[in-house]
């Protein structure tokens, strides 16, 4: 990613964070990054194409940092752990701490729900690659590392947005993490 582009998203955050999505311009967004209008609309055309960046440079950070953690770590519930910590507790502590995180999450059109189905299928397939190993015991108890992949990616999206607070959200992913485990025995 370009220097002006990252510029650029990091500006963005800290505007829909703060005043939310339909509020901030791209003049405003420009004026927060140091940059001529011009600069902007040669990088973004609109604001669509600023939040499918956002989403794909958060996707890229938290993947990249899942793969970190993952490194050396070889059982299943702790790779798991490093999964969940990552793609689904930063993400509920990001909305929990950021006063228009829900305006930024309202603030995606269709064009931004295909970017958020592409980082879920991102996920998806990095969790199959973790269930894979597995495959064996998953088929002996009627399932696939695909079919448990879309599984957990999916459950924990849901348990993130239907959880009241951060202690109820990791006892469901703890439940979600042993049944895993239990289904990859």
């Known amino acids: 990613m370009a220097d002006t582009e990252k510029n650029l998203l990091e500006a963005a955050v800290r505007l829909f964070s703060r005043y939310g999505v339909k509020r901030t311009s ?10 001529s209008r011009q600069t902007l609309y040669h990088v973004f055309r609109n604001k669509d194409e600023v939040l499918r960046a956002l989403i794909r440079a958060y996707t ?12 050396g770590v070889q059982a299943l519930g702790d790779q ?3 999964v969940f910590a990552k793609m689904v507790v930063a993400g509920f502590e990001f909305v ?5 995180a829900q305006d930024i999450i309202d603030g995606f059109n269709a064009a931004g729900q295909e ?3 592409a980082s879920a299928e991102r996920f998806r397939a990095l969790l199959e690659r ?3 190993p597995h495959g064996e015991a998953l088929a002996h108890a009627g399932l696939s590392a695909s079919e448990l992949a879309e599984f957990v990616q999916r459950t924990a999206k849901a348990a993130s947005h239907a959880a009241r607070d ?9 439940t979600l993490k042993q049944l895993c485990l239990t289904a990859c025995r």
């Open 80 to 82: 798991l752990d490093v």
């Open 26 to 35: 791209m003049s405003d967004l420009a004026t927060e990054a140091g940059v």
């Open 115 to 117: 970017e958020l189905e």
């Open 166 to 174: 951060k202690d109820q959200l990791l006892r469901q992913l703890k």
């Open 96 to 100: 929990e701490t950021t006063p228009n």
């Open 60 to 71: 890229d950070d938290l993947i990249a940092g899942i793969e970190s953690g993952l490194e």
């Open 130 to 132: 973790l269930f894979s």
